[in-house]
C-alpha cells in the first residue's frame, strides 16, 4: 500500500504518467491520442512503457505528439513540424533518407553521425 496523496501529489511526474497511460490503455479508446507520452520518463521506464504502447497502438489509430523520436520510430506515417509549418511527411526510414530536420534530430538523439542542414 501507498499513500499517493490528494491528487496523487506524492507520485513522482513519471509515476502520474504511467498511471494516465494505463487508465488510456483501460478505456481501450478507437482513437488513442498521446501527448509527450514518455517525456516523464526515465530511459528504462521509458523502454518498459514504450514496448507496452507498442502493443496497445496496433491495429488503432493513434496520434503521437513526441520530441523524444524513439517513440514514433514504428509509425506509420511522421508528420515533422517546425515553426507550426509541416516540414516533411514519411516513416522514419524516409525521412532519415531525405538527410532532413528529422534525420538531423534522430542523429542527435540517437548517437549518430550528424546531418549536416546547410
Known amino acids: 500500500d501507498s499513500m499517493v496523496g490528494e491528487r496523487g501529489a506524492n507520485l513522482s511526474g513519471g509515476q502520474r504518467q504511467r498511471i494516465a497511460i494505463a487508465r488510456a490503455i483501460l478505456r481501450n479508446p478507437a482513437l488513442l491520442l498521446l ?11 521509458e523502454r518498459i512503457v514504450q514496448a507496452a504502447l507498442d502493443q496497445v497502438m496496433k491495429d488503432r489509430t493513434t496520434l503521437v505528439i513526441a ?48 546531418i549536416n542542414l546547410g
Open 67 to 114: 520530441h523524444r523520436l524513439a517513440t514514433v520510430l514504428k509509425a506509420d506515417r511522421i508528420v515533422v513540424m517546425d515553426k507550426g509549418r509541416i516540414e516533411a511527411i514519411g516513416t522514419h526510414a524516409e525521412l532519415m533518407k531525405q538527410g532532413g530536420l528529422y534525420a538531423h534530430l534522430a542523429a542527435l538523439q540517437f548517437d549518430q553521425p550528424r
Open 35 to 45: 501527448d509527450e507520452a514518455t517525456s516523464a520518463l526515465d530511459a528504462e521506464s
